[in-house]
C-alpha cells in the first residue's frame, strides 16, 4: 500500500505481486491487483476508443504480461488485441 500511496503504480504492483507469490489467496492483494488491471484495461480501451490502434495493443499486451495469474483479464487484454488488429 505505502507504494501506491506515494503515486509508485510499477512499484506498488511489484509488491502486490509477490504479496502473491507468498500467499496466492491474499485478498487485499488480489483487490489490488484487479484494480490494477482494471485501470490497464480502461487505458488500452481509451487509445482504442481515440484511434490509436497501435497504443490500445502495446497497453493490451503489457496488461496481459503484467497480470499473468488473471486468466479473466488476460481473455480482455487479447479481445482487445485482436480488434486493435483489425482495425
Do not use: C, H
Not at 19 to 33: R, S
Not at 37 to 44: F, G, N, P, Q, V
Amino acid at each position: 500500500e505505502y507504494a501506491t500511496k506515494l503515486g509508485l503504480p510499477d512499484a506498488a504492483r511489484r509488491e502486490y505481486m509477490d504479496v502473491l507469490k507468498l500467499d496466492p489467496e491474499n485478498t487485499g492483494a488480489l483487490t489490488a491487483v484487479r484494480t490494477m488491471a482494471a485501470e490497464d484495461l480502461a487505458d488500452a480501451r481509451a487509445f482504442f476508443d481515440q484511434g490509436n490502434y497501435i497504443g490500445a495493443d502495446q497497453k493490451a499486451r503489457e496488461t496481459a504480461e503484467s497480470y499473468p495469474m488473471l486468466n479473466d483479464v488476460i481473455r480482455q487484454a487479447e479481445e482487445l488485441r485482436a480488434k486493435a488488429d483489425v482495425e
